[in-house]
């Protein structure tokens, strides 16, 4: 009896082998944290166009929200705050790795609404953003966040 050697394998064997690696990658090692980056610095770079300073409104925000956008429900002037408010303070939070499922949520929700009401011809764009969300709001931030600590700071030992 011959035994195969490792260069005699055919190629479905080979392609199940780096099936079974590739599903052996751990969430927290490769996904979580560069989704984490990829959607905050997204939402931040919108943001800071928003604003002179700190958080100063410019007057083009004002003018976008108020002819541009229409968001509906919510007057133009408190939808510009909120938007820009929320574009700073949740991509912070995600690079911290802290209320991560609450500011995937929150981020979520201000991409439908970018869909619904102010730019539906890009959805392309919005799916992978909501990708990104999803992944955060449903597997958590990864091991490398303030939430991973809080969480085996409390949760306790597991059985």
Do not use: C
């Amino acid at each position: 009896m011959s035994m195969k050697s490792r260069s005699s394998l055919n190629p479905i064997q080979a392609g199940l082998r780096l099936v079974r690696w590739l599903e052996g990658v751990s969430y927290d090692t490769l996904l979580a944290t560069p989704a984490r980056i990829f959607i905050a610095v997204t939402f931040f770079l919108s943001g800071r166009t928003k604003v002179d300073g700190l958080l100063t409104l410019k007057p083009s925000t004002y003018y976008l929200f108020q002819y541009e956008y229409k968001v509906p429900f919510i007057p133009p002037q408190i939808a510009a705050h909120i938007a820009a408010y929320s574009e700073h303070l949740f991509p912070m939070l995600l690079v911290i790795g802290f209320a991560s499922r609450l500011s995937a949520l929150a981020l979520l929700g201000m991409t439908t609404v970018i869909e619904v009401f102010v730019y539906p011809d890009a959805w392309e764009t919005h799916l992978g953003w909501a990708t990104a969300l999803a992944f955060i709001l449903f597997r958590g931030p990864g091991a490398l966040s303030l939430d991973y600590l809080v969480r085996r700071r409390f949760d306790g030992p597991r059985a």
